[in-house]
């Protein structure tokens, strides 16, 4: 049977547009000769769809388009359609299923519901879908398809030894029920280190059952959520046939019973996955939200240079505009170095200084503060920058890009309604530490961001002679504990007890506890670890946790 991989990439909500992806990709797979194409889950109204699956006459929409994929599949007498898409339950409960389409010269041959619905971490299937009760394969042609949707894959005891997180196995149900081949149709979003993770997982399956293994995955951004792609098709020893490309569109067709030479796999290497993935999502976002330009502050710092870096490759030069505002405790060597990024890049920039306007602020405020200079001051500055970047955005419809890190984040080192002004945090899931990897990175070929920019010490520049480490802890040592406290969820004593200062760990756990409620107002943040600041993670902002003591 010859087998198309349908990597596409489709935007949340747009029946219309997803609908003319699909016709392309089937097309494509006719003129390959063809016997089935496989899409992602969710095809038809890309994921995730969230609370738009709440409003009836949408999930109406959804069933005229599914109709239009029977229609077209009349067109092409010898092409199966696999094809994910949301189904009406005929059940108690929720009222649909998150389910696998199987279509055939003008009708439904069947379908398939999936069994596992995630509720961690960005996931949140129970609220909207009803579970498959049991899932039986499909006679279709010369096999019979074990169908199975993304979490369904998910359960294999080899990766959760202690405890499988769910009671049903449904890969191994398909397989003792006589599946000869298992097809998952898959919307996984990207983390590094996610790839790998996946092939192994996909590659187990087929060596414990003997069975070859078609994994199809969405590609693209969808709000904060980035998904890489990197299908695949593996034989009954676990061995690669076919492996589509990452961070982009792939349709590929490949003949499963026909004896091929099996592919060495090779996963791309963390620090280029995370800048494809940045630069994917970044992309998608500001297309999909409908602007083709953004503008961002550069102060000369590694931040906003890496930024901008990220949003010319995304964008190209002619979209990205950068404006310096330097006031009277910005460096000369700053703005020297914020005007050769520009010229490196090729993006116009300009410079707006906010001397005046602060010291009008100042005035203003005299009569009613001490005279004391302290976080105020530092934070009106910020401020008057967001203020200028808004101002651009309204005038001309711009997306303003803010620049800060996850660490900085995760301690609260940001100013609301100042430099956390934006529509999409670009860096906001990216430790300081990664920053500098990406940044090198960038320079890999030429030197965009100047070199300079990656030795000097990080400072916000809001007083005279600052630096970060004044106020945070330096970030080597501030990384891996955020590291341990928000992905790994360890306690403060646990994270004591690999070696860190107590007093430094108490510090750090309950400075990022306190600044929750300054997450809570940021812009959306691209999610490129394990566990992001976002609809991932879900803390009350008023909260009086007691951590066990070390």
């Known amino acids: 049977m010859r087998v198309t991989i349908a990597q596409i990439n489709p935007t949340v909500g747009d029946l219309e547009g997803n609908f003319r992806i699909i016709e392309k990709a089937v097309a494509r797979a006719g003129l390959d000769s063809s016997d089935l194409v496989v899409f992602p889950e969710l095809t038809t109204i890309g994921y995730p769809p969230q609370d738009l699956l709440e409003r009836p006459w949408f999930v ?3 069933q005229r388009y599914l109709e239009k994929v029977v229609a077209l599949s009349e067109r092409y007498d010898g092409l199966g359609i696999l094809i994910g898409t949301p189904t009406f339950s005929a059940k108690a409960g929720k009222s649909l299923h998150n389910s696998a389409v199987l279509i055939y010269r003008g009708a439904v041959l069947a379908e398939r519901h999936k069994s596992l619905l995630p509720s961690y971490d960005v996931f949140d299937e129970t609220r909207y879908f009803e579970p498959a009760v049991h899932n039986l394969p499909v006679n279709f042609k010369d096999q019979r398809l074990g169908i199975n949707i993304c979490e369904d894959a998910w359960n294999d005891p080899a990766f959760w030894p202690a405890q499988l997180p769910y009671r049903s196995d449904p890969i191994r149900l398909l397989a003792d029920a006589g599946a000869t081949v298992f097809i998952n149709l898959s ?58 490309a990452g961070f982009r569109e792939d349709i590929q067709t490949f003949n499963l019973n ?23 999502g970044l992309r998608d976002y500001v ?58 890049l090729g993006i116009n920039l300009h410079t707006i200084p906010i001397t005046g306007v602060f010291q009008a602020y100042l005035d203003t405020l005299s009569p009613y503060f001490s005279g004391s200079y302290d976080t105020t001051e530092e934070n009106i500055q910020a401020r008057i920058r967001g203020n200028y970047l808004m101002a651009f955005s309204n005038k001309f419809a711009y997306l303003v890009l803010s620049t800060g890190n996850k660490s900085e984040i995760a301690m609260g080192y940001c100013t609301l309604y100042g430099d956390m002004s934006g529509g999409l945090s670009v860096l906001a899931d990216v430790p300081k530490t990664m920053v ?13 961001i100047p070199a300079r920019v990656l030795v000097k010490a990080p400072s916000a520049e809001l007083r005279f002679n600052q630096t970060d480490q004044d106020t945070l802890p330096p970030y080597d040592i501030l990384d891996q504990i955020l590291y341990l ?37 940021a812009a959306p943040g691209l999610k490129i670890t394990s566990k992001a600041f976002g609809t991932g993670r879900r803390m009350p902002i008023v909260q009086s946790i007691k951590h066990p003591p070390s």
């Open 60 to 62: 109406e929409q959804t």
């Open 436 to 448: 500098y990897e990406l940044s090198r990175f960038c320079n890999r070929d030429a030197e965009l």
């Open 287 to 344: 297309h999909k939200s409908g602007f083709s330009k953004t503008i961002l502050g550069l102060s000369g710092g590694i931040d906003s240079s890496l930024t901008a870096c990220l949003a010319v490759a995304a964008l190209g030069r002619d979209n990205v505009l950068g404006v310096a505002m330097p006031s009277q405790f910005s460096s000369a060597a700053s703005l020297e170095d914020a005007e050769a990024l520009a010229r490196n």
């Open 187 to 244: 919307a996984s979003p990207f983390h590094a280190g996610k790839e790998e993770l996946r092939y192994r997982l996909i590659s187990n399956h087929a060596q414990r059952h003997k069975i070859p293994f078609i994994y199809v995955n969405q590609v693209g951004g969808n709000d904060e959520l980035i998904f890489d792609g990197h299908s695949l098709i593996v034989d009954g020893q676990g061995e690669m046939l076919a492996f589509a």
């Open 258 to 280: 026909a004896p091929g030479r099996t592919l060495l796999y090779s996963p791309e290497d963390e620090i280029s996955s995370i800048y494809n993935a940045l630069v994917l």
């Open 485 to 521: 406290y928000i992905e790994q969820c360890e306690s403060a004593a646990g994270i004591i007890a690999r070696g860190f200062d107590a007093e430094t760990v108490r510090h750090i756990i309950t400075v990022v506890d306190r600044n929750e409620y300054k997450r809570r107002q």
